[in-house]
């Protein structure tokens, strides 16, 4: 007699393809991410931080509003701001396609500069949980010995940090985008933010993917959990300590700040200093405080490193890929 | 003739300068298969190699008939593999991990969900499937890595030292699951083993690797018919009186320490042995033929290899 139940059965039914396959590590992965605690934390600030926005865009069509409680409210402030607010009403009624899109394109640069903030701490907890804790615990043997390559593991992962980064950053500002639309007392809102949407895609899409390849490359340096976390720290923190010594010495420095390099590939995207000369022409408080701005900052705006941040860019994914390539094999 | 599920032409690989395969040519109908050898003889690279998880140097390799190296994930869609090594996913409970092994197959969830169960209620585990892996003692890790080689209905499996750091119960457990495998369901087996008892009872082709290279490849019954005058002779009682009858008919004979009478009678069956004992009125508890016959041949043919 069997010692146990031994009713094994054949299976006879369709296998789902490659992709579902590939979801499948995707979703694994992220599922594995929220399981820890602070990262639930995090999305959900990025998505109160998406709830701020969308106030902000409901604040600002309410302007539109003649009897509206924003208008009332504005009309009870002091003087000066009354009169900020008595201009920014009249460029949204005098020319909404410009001003709409000025003013959704500062707000979307803004949210998101920030949103790259809490984005880079929800990586540097996911990091173990994308190749990490496979190499460790010999995981990637039972991957690869599966019906799966290591190309589609590796697209597998990179889907998992991709789908983490759009809940930290694409998902609350996009989202905050369609309802701040949404809320708009106009449906013109939709066709005059299109820009701002354009640039936030854009600029979220290139820098995810980029953000992604040196997460699974730093990931896969190590099997230990606590070092590859604690470079992913590091190449951050130690990355943005150089900004200010390269202003002082060599300047190539600073591109050896992926959170530099990323900053300025937002400012190439969202070319925000057209918005600032248009809102600076239109509004004279805002036109004021600009001015205000140091020469230098504004240079930064005007002129983005694009080049020199691309080339930086580049490099720490080649290197990374060639970590990727070397290090996650069986064996 | 069925399509043989191992085939391999001068295949080759290397470490640095060492040899791990030097030119293995085999081909080993479905069946279970038992790669014997002693420690890095090369068993576990024959078998990485073929399921790609090593790249390989030369020759040529086709499992189930297609070509490793080509056709990567068609193969693995069709084996299952079970490593020596733990090789769970952290903070995974049992049943869960097994699912996900199915889906990475490409079993639709629900499928993989109630497959995975089937699977586990097949190597015998319980509630414990319901717990975190990391909490598992070594016989459930076991049962798991068994769960999870064939819980997407392989063709083929591999087994990597299946019987690791179990106790004699729970070895006599996962044999009679992998015995099973092939002789109830019709998946073949290759089992990587250096424990002979284990492939001496599952196994019905024995593939010998030593140093990198096949020694030995033949059906287990070959390899005892090859050893055929030899046996074990239990007796109660005139054991002395018995040596020196075999003896005078020049049958090299020694006592065991465990009582037993080992004789080499050079006979084709057990017939002459009898006759002889029934002379004598000697009356056996027991004959084993050809006993240790795997191990004989194991040895030998390593001492040949040495030489």
């Known amino acids: ?331 | 003739m069925a399509t043989p599920i191992i085939e391999t032409a001068n295949f080759c690989k290397r470490y640095g300068s060492l040899k791990a395969l030097d030119s293995v040519s085999l081909q080993a109908p479905p069946g279970s298969i038992g790669l014997l050898g002693p420690n890095g003889a090369g068993k576990s690279t024959f078998m990485k190699c073929l399921l790609q998880l090593q790249p390989f140097d030369s020759g040529s390799a086709k499992l189930l008939g297609r070509e490793v190296g080509h056709e990567g994930r068609e193969i693995r869609k069709r084996i299952g593999y079970a490593p020596e090594q733990d090789c769970h996913i952290p903070g995974m409970v049992g049943c869960e991990y097994v699912t996900y092994c199915a889906q990475l197959c490409g079993i639709p969830f629900q499928s993989a969900r109630q497959r995975a169960h089937e699977m586990l209620d097949f190597v015998g585990m319980g509630q414990e499937r319901y717990r975190k892996i990391d909490t598992y003692s070594t016989g459930m890790k076991q049962r798991l890595k068994l769960a999870q080689a064939i819980v997407h209905d392989p063709e083929l499996v591999f087994l990597d030292e299946p019987t690791n750091g179990l106790d004699p119960k729970g070895q006599a457990q996962i044999l009679e699951l992998i015995q099973s495998l092939r002789k109830d369901h019709g998946i073949s087996v290759v089992l990587s083993s250096h424990l002979l008892h284990d492939v001496d009872r599952i196994c019905d082709q024995i593939v010998i690797i030593a140093r990198g290279r096949v020694l030995v490849h033949d059906t287990l019954e070959n390899l005892k018919s090859r050893r055929r005058g030899a046996a074990e002779v239990v007796v109660a009682n005139r054991h002395d009186e018995l040596i020196q009858a075999f003896r005078r008919n020049s049958w090299p004979c020694e006592k065991l320490t465990n009582g037993h009478i080992r004789v080499e009678h050079a006979g084709e069956n057990l017939n002459p042995l009898l006759r002889l004992m029934s002379d004598i009125q000697v009356t056996p508890l027991e004959i084993i033929p050809s006993p240790n016959a795997l191990e004989e041949m194991f040895i030998k043919a390593l001492g040949e290899n040495q030489n």
Request: glycine content about 6%; hydrophobic content about 50%.
């Open chain 1, 1 to 331: 007699m069997a010692l146990h139940d031994t009713h094994y059965k054949h299976w006879e039914g369709r296998h789902l393809g490659i992709w579902s396959r590939r979801a499948v590590i995707a979703g694994q992965g992220l599922k594995s991410c929220l399981q820890v605690r602070w990262m639930r934390y995090i999305v959900t600030l990025c998505w109160a931080s998406a709830l701020l926005q969308v106030f902000l865009l409901f604040f600002l069509g309410q302007l539109l509003v003649a009897d509206s409680i924003v208008v009332k409210w504005l009309s009870n402030l002091n003087p000066r701001l009354q009169a900020v607010g008595a201009a920014l009403t009249g460029w949204l009624e005098q020319h909404p396609e410009i001003s709409v899109r000025t003013s959704f394109n500062l707000l979307f640069y803004y949210f998101t500069s920030n949103l790259l903030t809490l984005t880079m701490i929800a990586i540097a907890i996911s990091i173990p949980h994308l190749i990490t804790r496979d190499l460790s615990s010999n995981a990637i043997i039972v991957y690869s010995s599966k019906a799966i390559g290591r190309f589609d593991y590796l697209l597998g992962k990179f889907a998992t940090v991709v789908g983490l980064m759009v809940l930290t950053w694409l998902g609350p500002a996009c989202a905050a985008w369609f309802t701040g639309n949404l809320l708009s007392p106009n449906w013109h809102f939709f066709w005059h933010s299109r820009l701002a949407l354009g640039h936030t895609l854009l600029y979220l899409g290139s820098s995810m993917a980029i953000l992604g390849i040196l997460a699974l490359g730093v990931s896969a340096i190590s099997s230990r959990a606590k070092a590859t976390t604690s470079l992913w720290v590091a190449m951050w923190l130690v990355g943005n300590a150089l900004i200010p010594i390269a202003h002082e010495t060599k300047p190539w420095l600073k591109h050896l700040s992926f959170s530099y390099n990323l900053e300025q590939l937002g400012l190439a995207v969202f070319q925000i200093q057209n918005d600032f000369r248009a809102a600076e022409q239109n509004i004279p408080f805002f036109g004021d405080m600009i001015r205000t701005i140091r020469e230098q900052s504004r240079s930064t705006f005007d002129a983005p490193n694009l080049n020199g941040a691309l080339l930086g860019l580049g490099a720490m994914m080649i290197i990374s890929i060639v970590i990727i390539v070397r290090k996650v094999k069986p064996e």
